[in-house]
């Protein structure tokens, strides 16, 4: 085990510190503003450890939160998470070859722990890389949900601190990357402009899922995926 | 949020994280469909972004948060360090909000 840890250099484990940090802080503001907004502490919880995907947890509690079907916060969820199954293929490697280790390892699959792992290139490596990452943000994750949640019963107002800032500011830098593609940022931005024009008059969940219209500026692929793919550049 | 949409929700991100490591000798994803799975991606999320940033309910939601959201922003586009982003964000929202600006 002394010599796998070995495999991992002091940038990587530091950068991935800082990863579990800003996304503790966002694991925080999700506990604490679904508490505050009415929701039992059990549900972001239980979120949290079941979906672990940041993204599909605020999109689906905001859709209920703001009054919309659970259906249509499941869809919303579900089109988001869609982007793990590329994910899985490329670290299928990393995440081993037996049941015993495909099961628990698929689950760590996040956009984080495969942007870090795609920065490796020895099997040895990309596998330390994966399960080091995926563990030790399922870890900060799940006990900053915990902190937040606890913290949101108490909390009257999240808005004070800004927490509600947390979400869009964090999606913002992760697709950032992704939108240096011109056909990419066409479409999200067409998107954009019809999920919020939509906003008034539908119902919470589906404006987002109306984004996708924007599609149709996407144009044929001019880039490979590790260049277009927003989780392949995180932070 | 009751149970089964959060078991519903949990188990079909399972399904998409696990059929890779499962079928990766088997089955190939053509080029063309992971490009629009990652534009699709792209799509939501910036849609998401622009209705959790401007937009509460049915309405405008004042101008606190997209400030915020803007600032995390410029300096994720200047590669600064995740947690200073989330963390700037939060704050300028927070200053903002305590000056009287909803």
């Known amino acids: ?18 990863v ?27 979120m949290s450890v079941l979906v672990f995907a940041g993204g599909a947890q605020f999109a689906a509690a905001g859709v209920v939160l703001a009054g919309g079907s659970p259906a249509a916060a499941v ?23 037996r049941w015993w280790t495909r099961l628990p390892g698929a689950h760590l699959i996040t956009d984080e722990s495969v942007a870090f792992t795609l920065r490796q290139h020895e099997r040895p490596r990309r596998r330390v890389t994966f399960w080091t990452c995926g563990l030790a943000l399922f870890g900060c994750w799940n006990a900053a949900v915990v902190l937040g949640a606890a913290a949101g019963t108490v909390m009257r107002d999240t808005g004070a601190f800004g927490l509600d800032t947390v979400f869009p500011a964090v999606l913002l830098a992760l697709v950032l990357p992704a939108l240096a593609d011109r056909g990419t940022r066409h479409a999200a931005l067409l998107g954009a402009v019809i999920a919020v024009a939509a906003t008034p008059f539908l119902p919470a969940g589906l404006p987002v899922l109306l984004a996708l219209a924007g599609l149709v500026l996407a144009g044929q692929p001019a880039v490979t995926m590790a260049d277009t793919n927003p989780a392949l550049e995180v932070r | 949020m009751p149970l089964l949409a959060i078991a519903a929700l949990a188990a079909g991100t399972y399904a998409f994280r696990l059929a890779g490591p499962v079928f990766r000798n088997r089955l190939r994803i053509p080029g063309r469909v992971q490009h629009l799975l990652s534009a699709a991606t792209a799509v939501l999320l910036t849609a998401l972004v622009a209705t959790a940033a401007l937009t509460q309910g049915h309405g405008f939601t004042g101008w606190a948060r997209p400030a915020g959201v803007l600032v ?23 200053a903002l909000r305590l000056s009287g600006i909803p």
């Open chain 1, 1 to 18: 085990m002394r010599s796998l840890w070995r495999t991992l250099d002091h940038g990587v484990l530091r950068d991935i510190a800082l």
């Open chain 1, 20 to 46: 579990c940090l800003a996304d503790a802080i966002v694991g925080a503001s999700f506990g604490a503003i679904t508490v505050s907004g009415g929701l039992p502490p059990w549900v972001p919880i239980a």
């Open chain 1, 75 to 97: 869809l919303a969820g579900l089109i988001l998470n869609a982007r793990l199954l590329p994910y899985g293929f490329t670290v299928a490697d990393a995440v081993g070859g």
């Open chain 2, 72 to 94: 995390g922003g410029a300096l994720a586009a200047r590669r600064t360090p995740f947690p200073v982003v989330v963390v700037a964000a939060a704050a300028t929202t927070a």
